[in-house]
């Protein structure tokens, strides 16, 4: 595929405009191929170390895309509001304090303690309503209305392109990848990944990973349409969406090669084997990709295979209690 793929929102020119702007705030993080992973699983096993970046998480990128061009094509903005449970809204507090833009973050109740805390200290005005992100993005829809401020959804181009600098950076350092795993929340970092395989011509074979209690994208990648679910009753909460995006669902049913289920209690020990393997302390969003791969190794024996540790935000009570060798209970 070339820089004009017409399947792709924006060329490799643009995605590389994005790298520039990104990088005056946000160097590269790492990908490395773990010993003690190959050891375990018999393949060579790269980790994206999304959890090195200022904020903890892969979003970040994205949030400085969005707000500078916000800034730049309409500097008299009031201020943005968005909903999150933490990564998204850490990532537009981080880009609103670089470009002088006030934001003001919706979370449901009984949100992680130390996002929320991140977030306050990165300037944002910190709203708590509703049970789950879905009933917080219509409180800060509402909100933009009554404030006059922009609404950003949690998938938008601008985000999209944002993030797929992190995809540049791995496919460039690791082009090689048979087989890449993304967790999926909104689908953001899933269809970064695509977009920017697609633009590099690459062959790599690109994996979504839910939660199989926050299951909408699996079901709506097998009907080919979106479907919402009741609940999305997980400990990684950065999965716990309950309505996928329909932009997001076209560009993952056109682009990965399926997406796969996983329990809490796999994400669990994939944070325990991270811990163990790597030293690196991983949210349960930020291990889905290790716990899908985990149940697809045998038959992987041999090859080069991507995992993306999307974030590392993740309570040290239960951070303690996974460590322990127990998975979090919910609800």
């Not at 009031?78 to 006030?102: C, D, E, I, W, Y």
């Not at 540049?168 to 999926?184: K, M, V, W």
């Not at 020990?269 to 045998?298: C, K, W």
Request: charged share 25%; aromatic share 6%; proline share 5%.
């Amino acid at each position: 595929m070339t820089d004009a793929d017409s399947t792709t929102p924006y060329s490799l020119a643009d995605l590389e405009e994005a790298e520039r702007l990104v990088r005056r705030f946000i160097p590269p993080t790492p990908a490395y191929a773990w010993p003690l992973l190959a050891q375990r699983y018999g393949a060579t096993v790269v980790v994206k170390h999304e959890n090195h970046t200022p904020v903890g998480a892969f979003k970040v990128r994205g949030g400085v895309v969005y707000c500078e061009r916000l800034k730049r094509e309409r500097p008299h903005v009031k201020g943005v509001v968005s909903a999150t449970r933490g990564n998204h809204g850490q990532s537009l507090a981080f880009a609103g304090r670089a470009f002088g833009l006030p934001v003001a973050i919706v979370v449901p109740f009984g949100n992680s303690v130390e996002k929320n805390a991140s977030m306050k200290a990165l300037g944002a005005e910190l709203i708590e309503h509703g049970r789950d992100f879905d009933e917080a993005r219509v409180e800060a829809a509402r909100i933009a209305e009554e404030r006059g401020y922009e609404f950003v959804p949690s998938f938008h181009n601008d985000l999209v392109k944002g993030v797929s600098v992190y995809a540049l950076e791995l496919f460039r350092d690791h082009p090689d990848i048979d087989r890449l795993y993304a967790p999926i929340g909104l689908g953001s970092g899933a269809c970064g990944l695509i977009h920017a395989r697609d633009l590099l011509g690459l062959k790599t074979e690109i994996i979504g990973v839910v939660s199989e209690n926050a299951a909408a994208y699996a079901l709506s990648y097998e009907a080919g349409r979106v479907i919402e679910t009741n609940s999305a009753a997980t400990f990684a909460d950065g999965m716990a969406v309950r309505g996928p995006s329909a932009e997001a669902l076209r560009v993952i049913r056109r682009g990965a090669a399926g997406i796969v289920r996983v329990s809490d209690a796999h994400i669990a020990e994939a944070i325990r084997v991270l811990h163990e393997d790597t030293h690196n302390l991983a949210e349960g969003a930020g291990a889905a990709s290790l716990a899908a791969f985990a149940a697809d190794a045998p038959k992987l024996a041999g090859g080069k295979v991507g995992v993306i540790l999307s974030g590392g935000n993740i309570d040290r009570a239960m951070t303690a209690e996974i460590l322990s060798g127990r998975t979090p209970a919910v609800g």
